[in-house]
């Protein structure tokens, strides 16, 4: 099974940038349709975006498109989220996850409970 460890969280102004990193080790990385989740406090996990083990094809939270870029390295046994334009409204703790794809994959991409793997996160707070 994988293992998932996310990084690069941090402190950051509001209109910075944030690259988050998720390297994976054991199982084959290669398998999973990979997914970013958010969750801020006091509020339920929020599905950012998803990629697909080719990397060929990306998901994105409608409300959140255009400032998120998912990216996988199958390579690297990584996935990455850049972040642009950082809002406040972006602090929260921001996790990868993984779950064997098949052709659901696209319908299920956005459900957390459809994850079986999940790493423990990392703190992304945005100061205005």
């Known amino acids: 099974q994988v293992q998932l460890v996310e990084s690069g969280g941090g402190l950051v102004q509001a209109g910075d940038s944030l690259r988050l990193a998720c390297a994976a080790s054991?199982?084959?990385?290669?398998?999973?349709?990979m997914g970013w989740f958010r969750q801020a406090p006091g509020k339920d996990r929020e599905f950012v975006a998803a990629?697909?083990?080719?990397?060929?094809?990306?998901y994105y939270a409608d409300s959140l498109k255009g400032r998120f870029t998912i990216s996988r390295d199958n390579a690297r046994n990584e996935v990455s989220l850049q972040i642009s334009i950082l809002k406040p409204d972006d602090t929260a703790v921001y996790y990868c996850a993984a779950q064997q794809e098949d052709d659901a994959f696209r319908y299920t991409a956005r459900y957390a409970y459809q994850y079986d793997y999940w790493g423990p996160g990392t703190q992304v707070t945005v100061s205005s």
């Open positions: 990629i697909t083990w080719s990397g060929e094809t990306t």
């Open positions: 054991r199982g084959t990385f290669s398998e999973y349709g």
